[in-house]
């Protein structure tokens, strides 16, 4: 799993007077789960973008095992990061087709070999209901709550050591943000999972949690310790 830090990081959108992020430090230790919590602007999915350097910090830095984001090659960075966006885009081919964007020299036969030494059946099938069996199933038929499952396995099957979700239970029924949940949990050994969470539920499983508001890191802290804090 890889570690992530921003430190005293400045940030405007380019050609955009807005600072967006104003001093914005804190550390993401290996493995586990990280939440950022906070209200809607206050930087949360812009954290994101800088760890996968869609833009450059005016100040600051921003690492990834230790190392600026701008000294990685950047297909290397990439490789390395799984992201999930709340609204997932879905692909309007197969379920199959839609698992493999981003999978290593897959072709429509190799992805169920990469699902098996990965380990990762029994989550994938607990991902969309019966993919295993329904791999033919168009994408574009899917609910929004289905898009939210394949986006986050296709996520896992590429192995990535950060994984990035911008809270994508959103759009799920009880029984499966549990489901989503709980694959979020076991993977959080061998993937470092960093979530922007709006639900309590999602918050309340992190080990670590970071409120943002107005493009600042107001408190860090476990969930223990943030309620024993007023
Ligand atoms: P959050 O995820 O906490 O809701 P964001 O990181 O999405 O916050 O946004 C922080 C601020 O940056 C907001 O004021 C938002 O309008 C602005 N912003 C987000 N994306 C862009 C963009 N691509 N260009 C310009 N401003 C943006
Ligand atoms: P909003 O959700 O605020 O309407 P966007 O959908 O444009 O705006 O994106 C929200 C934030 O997520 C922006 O700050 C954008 O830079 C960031 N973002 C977009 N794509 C990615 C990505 N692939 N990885 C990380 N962050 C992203």
Redesign the pocket.
């Known amino acids: 799993p890889a570690s992530v830090g921003f430190q005293n990081v400045v940030f405007r ?1 380019p050609g ?1 007077d ?1 600072v ?1 992020h104003h001093d914005v430090s804190f550390d993401i230790p290996r493995g586990g789960m990280t939440a950022f919590v ?1 209200p ?7 954290v994101f973008a800088l760890i996968e350097r869609f833009y450059e910090v005016e100040r600051g830095r921003v690492t990834l095992d230790g190392k600026d984001v701008t000294e990685w090659p950047l297909g290397d960075l990439r490789a390395s990061i799984g992201y999930v966006e709340q609204d997932a885009p879905v692909l309007a081919g197969t379920l199959r087709e839609n698992l493999s964007i981003g999978v290593p020299d897959a072709d429509a036969a190799a992805i169920w070999d990469v699902v098996r030494q990965a380990r990762l059946e029994e989550v994938v099938a607990r991902l969309p209901q019966g993919l295993d069996t329904e791999v033919g199933h168009r994408g574009n038929k899917l609910s929004g709550g289905e898009r939210q499952r394949v986006a986050v396995a296709r996520a896992l099957l590429r192995k990535p050591r950060l994984l990035l979700l911008d809270e994508v239970t959103s759009q799920l029924d009880a029984r499966n943000e549990n489901a989503l949940r709980e694959v979020i949990g076991e993977v959080s050994g061998r993937t470092t999972v960093v979530v ?1 969470a709006h639900r309590l539920s999602t918050v309340s499983m992190a080990d670590r949690i970071v409120v ?1 508001d107005a493009g600042r890191v107001r408190a860090t802290g476990t969930h223990e310790q943030l309620l024993s804090r007023d």
């Not at 809607?40 to 812009?46: D, M």
């Open positions: 959108y955009n807005t967006v906070g809607s602007g206050a930087g949360k999915s812009t922007v943002m």
